[in-house]
């Protein structure tokens, strides 16, 4: 609850796995028929690249900032993510890095249409005052002051019977791997064909690699395990995150695999690199 994400908005973590999610929606969009979005840690919906906070840590010039030059020779998914950044960046000048970063909400609103629905839980009170702000008057959005696990529990499935859940916790709590995976098994439970992406930092490998077992030990078929760094491996350096998605759409492996390839080179730092590959099921722990 403590968490703002106005420290990282914009870093390689979010222009990651925001192009995953702009995969996972558009796949859904191939159809007419409404999803729903589920969003357990939505943050605010818009973030301003300037304030105090993103100046602290300048994550950002490693993440939208390296990639923005590149942007015209991306592949179609880093294109639209950076159409939407363009979005909320209305009076940007030519050459000009953008001021405004957009949040996974706004993402998602982007590439809703009219009969689509969007959940969003947020418990910060800063941050779901502005998410309430910039959603208030479009009737897709509905701001929940709840835990967004709980949440997701609770309303899935949702009358559409498709959609996807993003979750996407701070990580600030050391049983953060147990509460996401218990979250996730809560939710498959009952909504077992919605899609679900689970975005996790990578800094501790026997950490990431028990998550693994024990998603595998799961039972839930149909996992694929995107993994991407922009730095090889330091002490005390973030410099790798992972997007677990359950349910991935016809054909998103492909395209999540161009994606972070190019992705990869943009934004290494030293040396980058990227890997997609389906989790096996049934395996023991």
Not at 90 to 108: E, K, N
Not at 209 to 224: D, I, K, V
Request: proline fraction near 7%; hydrophobic fraction near 45%.
């Amino acid at each position: 609850m403590n968490y703002r994400h106005e420290f990282h908005a914009g870093n390689f973590a979010d222009v990651m796995k925001h192009t995953l999610l702009i995969i996972l929606l558009e796949a859904l969009n191939r159809k007419p028929a409404a999803w729903r979005y589920f969003d357990t840690h939505a943050g605010a919906g818009r973030y301003d690249l300037k304030s105090q906070a993103a100046i602290t840590t300048t994550e950002a010039a490693n993440g939208i900032g390296r990639l923005w030059p590149q942007r015209n020779n991306a592949p179609v998914p880093v294109q639209q993510l950076c159409a939407i950044v363009a979005g909320v960046n209305p009076a940007l000048a030519t050459g000009a890095v953008p001021r405004f970063y957009p949040g996974s909400p706004s993402i998602a609103a982007a590439l809703a249409r009219t009969q689509d629905r969007l959940v969003l839980a947020e418990l910060h009170p800063q941050e779901q005052r502005l998410l309430r702000n910039q959603f208030h008057a479009d009737p897709r959005v509905a701001v929940h002051d709840r835990d967004g696990y709980e949440m997701l529990t609770a309303l899935v499935p949702p009358s559409e019977r498709r959609g996807l859940a993003l979750m996407d916790p701070p990580f600030e709590q050391p049983d953060e791997f147990n509460a996401l995976l218990e979250a996730l098994r809560n939710a498959h439970a009952r909504w077992s064909n919605g899609v679900y992406a689970l975005w996790y930092p990578m800094k501790d490998d026997s950490a990431v690699s028990r998550f693994y077992r024990q998603l595998a030990a799961s039972g839930m078929p149909h996992m694929l395990v995107a993994e991407f760094r922009v730095a090889q491996a330091a002490a005390g350096l973030f410099s790798a995150c992972g997007m677990l998605v359950v349910n991935p759409p016809w054909q998103s492996e492909k395209t999540i695999g161009e994606a972070l390839h190019f992705l990869s080179d943009a934004l290494a730092q030293d040396r980058g690199d990227s890997r997609v590959r389906w989790l096996p099921s049934g395996t023991e722990d």
